[in-house]
């Protein structure tokens, strides 16, 4: 279920299920621009994103700039679905970020496959595929952020 509501004037909150969790995208949509934070999982970008934006009259066409708040599956998994959809989005993370936010197999070997080190068994070969797929395919990024 989708549940996305204007939480001011051009101030979009969009949440949709994670597990027994959700997770929330904003949409900032300005006279000039219009900016996305984060792009949820894979599939966020076509079954939750451009209903609500059609929705409210945006449409995915509308987004000039998406920005990747940091490299969790799923603030990026959406990236290349995105990018697929509407390939003139402009994409932006934190420079720290980037190697994890554009290759999902630095994403999972760098950043989710830890256990071994602390004492806990790694994922098995499917539990490996499941996290890689969760991320969503490599999706460049356009801009790199620096600073604090």
């Known amino acids: 279920m989708i549940f996305g509501v204007e939480i ?11 597990g027994a969790r959700f997770m929330a995208q904003y949409v900032l ?3 000039a621009r219009t900016l996305l934070f984060d792009t949820g999982m894979a599939d966020t970008p076509a ?3 451009r209903p609500y934006l059609e929705s409210v009259g945006l449409g995915l066409e509308a987004l000039d700039d998406v920005l990747t708040s940091h490299a969790d599956n799923d603030h990026v998994g959406g990236n290349r679905a995105l990018r697929d959809l509407h390939p003139r989005a402009r ?8 190697r994890w936010v554009e290759s999902n197999a630095a994403l999972v070997a760098e950043n989710y496959l830890w256990h071994e080190a602390y004492g806990f068994d790694e994922p098995d ?3 490996r595929a499941a ?6 395919g490599d999706a460049p990024v356009d801009t790199s952020l620096t600073g604090g």
């Open 8 to 18: 001011a004037p051009g101030i979009h909150r969009i949440e949709s299920p994670l």
């Open 29 to 31: 949509a300005g006279d």
């Open 47 to 49: 079954n939750v994103l």
């Open 91 to 98: 994409f932006a993370c934190h420079e720290l970020d980037r």
């Open 125 to 127: 070969e499917a539990g």
């Open 131 to 136: 996290l890689l797929a969760s991320c969503g």
